[in-house]
């Protein structure tokens, strides 16, 4: 009770007048602060239905690293606070200075944090408060903030992130505290882009700041938005670059004859460039569960389409060297491949010879067999000799074999020609989907550049 009255004593003169020095100097100073020293255990307003304003604002010094597998951003931040204790002023005349600084544990410390805020500050603690004539108490403190932020990592390497700092008081409402912010967010910027020393893999764009209204708010929140943008040409040398050089090299290869050429050992060869080169180049890549970069899409289908250019090589390579032990075209083939794919990539069916004669080689090769010859005209069937006879049956037999050939030709070919259009027709889907990843790239860099 005696404490409670002695609080209440000191809190009346508080209200009635300001601090007296004897002389101006800091011990003096000193003196006439001690009774505000004894009521740091409230908020220092001289009527509590009065809310206390805490001006916050900070300084970014460094950009440590963005973890997007565990969404946490790490940055390095001179943390400014400052705040009115009506409990202090004094004539800077008087007590021979306007400003002392003080051990931060004589004195209220609003209860100040930083809602995303996921680890403990490791940053050195600074023991001391700066105090002002007119009351302004100011705390000034470096933090090393390990905050939770949402990445968007879907246009990696060209993402730009937007990571928040909440400051909000843990325990005191908006009728005891409002937050506000302590110098115009232009020299916020200024302040730390010029010192701001570390050159990472992350650069500054922007910071910008409000004040969360909405109704029912409990606690009064300001909020800054921190933009980050990724430097982009790490990546775009070792990862891009090289993936590109490896798809382009196996777009020429079409151009490899396969009849002559093993353009399969060759396509092996970048499929193993290429997986060693995923390999190497994992840790590069973000990893995270909430959404897979574009760039990851990219690799996958670089890969998917080296391995469907060799089995289609493999496909081609068969028909060129076995196409006359297979049988005709079927004419789904026909038709699909051979007249609308092939106009479609510049290979028109070729028109086919009619090799039909009168009389089918299977009826020749049965009078053949069975020693058999049409018959004769009945004027010369006297006078033709023997040897005649046995020569016309030479020559249907020499013609059957000729009919046969050329009848495995036609069909050989309407088979080359079948794989020259696949492989045509790859071909272009590689050229259109290198011209189209291409484009998606330098528009996505373009777009993050106007960010």
């Known amino acids: 009770m005696s404490f409670l009255t002695m609080v209440f004593i000191m809190f009346s003169v508080t209200q ?15 003196e006439a602060l001690t009774p505000v020293f004894d009521l740091r255990f409230i908020r220092p307003v001289n009527n509590f239905n009065n809310y206390t304003e805490v001006y916050v604002s900070f300084t970014m010094y460094g950009i440590l690293g963005v973890d997007e597998k565990a969404q946490l951003l ?30 931060r544990r004589q004195f209220w410390i609003p209860d100040m944090v930083m809602n995303e805020l996921v680890s403990k500050n490791t940053a050195p603690f600074v023991p001391y408060v700066h105090v002002y004539s007119n009351g302004m108490v100011y705390d000034y403190s470096p933090v090393r903030v390990v905050s939770t932020c949402r990445l968007n990592i879907y ?45 990472g893999e992350w650069k500054l764009i922007d910071i910008t700041a409000h004040k969360e209204t909405r109704p029912g708010l409990q606690f009064d929140r300001l909020i800054f938005h921190i933009g980050l943008r990724r430097k982009s040409t790490l990546y775009v040398v070792n990862l891009l670059i090289p993936s590109c050089s490896l798809i382009t090299v196996d777009l020429f290869s079409f151009l490899l004859p396969p009849q002559s050429v093993d353009r399969s050992a060759f396509k092996m060869t970048l499929i193993l460039g290429y997986t060693v080169f995923l390999l190497l180049m994992n840790d590069l890549l ?14 996958a289908l670089c ?35 051979l007249q609308k794919l092939g106009c479609c990539v510049g290979l028109p069916p070729k028109p086919t010879k009619d090799h039909s004669t009168d009389m089918s080689p299977n009826a020749v090769r049965e009078e053949i067999k069975v020693g058999k010859t049409p018959p004769m005209p009945l004027e010369l069937e006297d006078t033709t000799p023997g040897e005649l006879r046995e020569l016309g049956r030479d020559l249907r037999a020499i013609r059957l074999q000729v009919e046969q050939q050329l009848s495995e030709d036609q069909k ?26 291409s484009i998606t790239m330098i528009w996505i860099w373009v777009e993050s550049d106007r960010r």
């Not at 009635?16 to 002389?23: D, I, K, T, V, Y």
């Not at 800077?92 to 051990?103: H, K, R, S």
């Not at 469907?308 to 090589?313: D, P």
Request: hydrophobic share 45%; net charge negative.
């Open 16 to 30: 009635a007048q300001s601090l007296n020095c004897s002389e101006p100097t800091n011990l003096a100073l000193l």
């Open 74 to 103: 790490t940055t390095y931040i001179w943390q400014h606070i400052g705040w009115k204790n009506e409990f202090i002023g004094w004539d800077p005349e008087q007590c021979g200075t306007d400003q002392i600084t003080l051990p």
């Open 155 to 199: 246009t990696f390497p060209f993402d730009v992130q937007n990571c928040t700092f909440t400051f909000v008081s843990y325990s005191h409402t908006t009728e005891e505290i409002m937050v506000e912010l302590n110098k115009p967010i232009e020299e916020i910027i200024k302040k730390t882009l010029a010192v701001m020393t570390t050159v």
């Open 286 to 299: 973000p990893v995270t569960g909430d959404t897979i970069p574009l760039i990851n899409v990219f690799f």
């Open 303 to 337: 890969l998917a389409l080296m391995v469907a250019s060799l089995l289609e090589t493999i496909l081609i390579t068969h028909l060129y060297s076995s196409s006359s032990r297979f049988a005709p075209v079927p004419r789904w083939v026909r038709v699909v491949v």
């Open 412 to 437: 050989s070919e309407e088979w080359i020609q079948v794989a020259s259009i696949i492989d045509r027709f790859l071909f272009g889907l590689y050229t259109l989907f290198i011209s189209v990843s």
